[in-house]
């Protein structure tokens, strides 16, 4: 069975303070991307990941890949309120076109 | 920017009835998706749609249909809604198969409650 695990679910932080949310899968991929979704809103693409080793920054946030732990982490540097959202990871697994989305994890941002 | 427009916000239904969930996409995406959203459950695949008239089943078909007439547009049917229908309903589209690394975008959602 295709699973895709996120933890922590929940994850309340000070701003200023870093952190990583993880995400495990459970079978081979080849590509696995990292979408956000604020409250009452759709979902947004953040990073798209290719291979092995794949590292992708974009302000505050750095995405990597290590497909041979079958796992990605999501790092948030000096968090900020603006990056109080869900965070949702994806996976394509080998010869299946449909992504597969872990549960998410609820970011909340304390002043 | 990709547009993906779904018809309505917010839905109330009645169980037994038939609902027409809407989806349009500007981009001239091949692809095109329907999820529904769940507390604790993440996305599930409902259906999807590599090309007009054509359809695939997701994880969850069962008591939903679709419908891809034109490449634009792709529309979620509830054939008889029940209760356990009430969710939150999100399409999506992508490029095309060929550019088979493109994220996917999403809607606003359509918020259906089934009474």
């Known amino acids: 069975e295709l699973k895709v695990e996120q933890n922590p679910l929940f994850l309340s932080m000070q701003e200023g303070k870093n952190y990583t949310i993880y995400c495990n899968y459970s079978?081979?991929?080849?590509?696995l991307y990292w979408y956000r979704q604020d409250p009452g809103k759709s979902l947004e693409s953040l990073f798209v990941l290719l291979s092995n080793g794949a590292v992708k920054q974009e302000g505050r946030l750095m995405a990597s890949l290590d497909t041979k732990a079958r796992l990605s982490t999501l790092h948030i540097t000096a968090a900020v309120h603006d990056l109080s959202a869900t965070y949702f990871c994806a996976v394509a697994f080998f010869g299946n076109e449909k992504l597969t989305f872990g549960t998410g994890t609820r970011l909340t941002i304390i002043p | 920017d990709v547009k993906v427009t779904q018809s309505s916000r917010y839905l109330v239904k009645r169980t037994g009835e038939k609902v027409f969930l809407e989806c349009v996409q500007d981009m001239d995406h091949e692809n095109m998706f329907w999820y529904r959203q769940d507390p604790g459950l993440g996305l599930r695949l409902i259906y999807f749609?590599?090309?007009?008239?054509?359809?695939e089943k997701g994880d969850i078909p069962e008591g939903y249909s679709v419908s891809r007439e034109k490449k634009e547009r792709f529309s979620l049917i509830l054939e008889s809604a029940s209760t356990n229908q009430t969710s939150m309903y999100l399409c999506?589209?992508?490029?095309?198969?060929?550019?088979?690394?493109?994220?996917?975008?999403f809607g606003n959602g359509t918020r259906l409650t089934v009474t």
């Open positions: 999506a589209s992508s490029l095309s198969q060929d550019s088979w690394y493109s994220p996917l975008h």
């Open positions: 079978t081979t991929s080849d590509r």
């Open positions: 749609s590599y090309d007009v008239k054509m359809k």
